[in-house]
C-alpha cells in the first residue's frame, strides 16, 4: 500500500512538473515573429526594381558602388513589401512547396510581421552567383563575404544569424539597416533577441 501511494506521489509530481513546464520547451522552440508597421509609399525609392526606404537609398547605392570598386556585384533580390506582397510570399508559397504552417513560419513571417515592411530589410544576392539567392550557400558567395566585413560601416547588420534567439531559419542574404536613429526606431523591439 506504501508503496502503491509513492508510486502515485512520484506519477502526481511528474505530471505536475510536465504541465507546468511542458508549454515553455514547445514555445521556446517556435519561431518568434514581430510586428512591424508598414511604411507609407511616398517614404520608399527605387534602386532598379527595389523599393527600400528613402532614408538608406544613399547608403545602399553607395555600399553597392564600393562593392562593385573590389570586383563584388551586389545585387537586390527583394527589399519593401507591403502587406499584400508578404500575403503572397507567406500563402502562396506554402502551399507551392507544400509546407506546413510552422515550417512556413521559419522561413517566412504572416503579413505585418515582416521586416520588409519598413523599407530598410534588404534580402542581398550576389549577381555572380544569382542562382545562391535564398539559399544558405550564399555564405559562399564574394557578397556575403564582403557583407560579413563591411556591411557594419554602411549601417547594416544580419537580422537572422546562425543561432538566433528568434528561432528562425538562418538567413544570410537578409540585412537590416540601423545607421540613423529612426531606423533604428523600428527594431527596438528586436533587440531583448539580439542582443541579450
Same mark, same amino acid.
Given at each position: 500500500?506504501?508503496?502503491?501511494?509513492?508510486?502515485?506521489?512520484?506519477?502526481?509530481?511528474?505530471?505536475?512538473?510536465?504541465?507546468?513546464?511542458?508549454?515553455?520547451?514547445?514555445?521556446?522552440?517556435?519561431?518568434?515573429?514581430?510586428?512591424?508597421?508598414?511604411?507609407?509609399? @511616398?517614404?520608399?525609392?527605387?534602386? @532598379?526594381?527595389?523599393?527600400?526606404?528613402?532614408?538608406?537609398?544613399?547608403?545602399?547605392?553607395?555600399?553597392?558602388?564600393?562593392?562593385?570598386?573590389?570586383?563584388?556585384?551586389?545585387?537586390?533580390?527583394?527589399?519593401?513589401?507591403?502587406?499584400?506582397?508578404?500575403?503572397?510570399?507567406?500563402?502562396?508559397?506554402?502551399?507551392?512547396?507544400?509546407?506546413?504552417?510552422?515550417?512556413?513560419?521559419?522561413?517566412?513571417?504572416?503579413?505585418?510581421?515582416?521586416?520588409?515592411?519598413?523599407?530598410?530589410?534588404?534580402?542581398?544576392? @550576389?549577381?555572380?552567383?544569382?542562382?545562391?539567392?535564398?539559399?544558405?550557400s550564399f555564405e559562399q558567395t564574394p557578397t556575403f563575404k564582403w557583407l560579413q566585413k563591411n556591411a557594419c560601416k554602411y549601417g547594416f547588420v544580419m537580422s537572422f544569424p546562425k543561432?538566433?534567439?528568434?528561432?528562425?531559419?538562418?538567413?544570410?542574404?537578409?540585412?537590416?539597416?540601423?545607421?540613423?536613429?529612426?531606423?533604428?526606431?523600428?527594431?527596438?523591439?528586436?533587440?531583448?533577441?539580439?542582443?541579450?
Amino acid at each position: 500500500m506504501l508503496i502503491v501511494q509513492s508510486a502515485n506521489s512520484l506519477i502526481g509530481v511528474c505530471l505536475f512538473f510536465a504541465i507546468m513546464y511542458f508549454p515553455i520547451v514547445i514555445f521556446a522552440q517556435s519561431p518568434i515573429h514581430l510586428p512591424y508597421t508598414i511604411e507609407p509609399a @511616398d517614404s520608399l525609392c527605387y534602386i @532598379d526594381k527595389a523599393r527600400v526606404h528613402k532614408q538608406c537609398c544613399e547608403i545602399v547605392k553607395k555600399m553597392i558602388a564600393d562593392a562593385k570598386k573590389e570586383n563584388v556585384y551586389i545585387g537586390i533580390r527583394s527589399a519593401y513589401r507591403d502587406s499584400a506582397e508578404q500575403a503572397y510570399q507567406f500563402y502562396y508559397l506554402s502551399d507551392l512547396y507544400k509546407q506546413t504552417m510552422e515550417q512556413r513560419l521559419k522561413h517566412t513571417a504572416p503579413p505585418k510581421f515582416s521586416e520588409h515592411h519598413t523599407g530598410f530589410a534588404i534580402d542581398f544576392m @550576389d549577381l555572380q552567383y544569382p542562382k545562391l539567392s535564398y539559399s544558405i550557400s550564399f555564405e559562399q558567395t564574394p557578397t556575403f563575404k564582403w557583407l560579413q566585413k563591411n556591411a557594419c560601416k554602411y549601417g547594416f547588420v544580419m537580422s537572422f544569424p546562425k543561432n538566433n534567439k528568434q528561432n528562425l531559419q538562418y538567413e544570410p542574404w537578409h540585412w537590416r539597416y540601423e545607421g540613423n536613429e529612426y531606423a533604428r526606431s523600428k527594431f527596438e523591439q528586436s533587440y531583448k533577441y539580439r542582443y541579450q
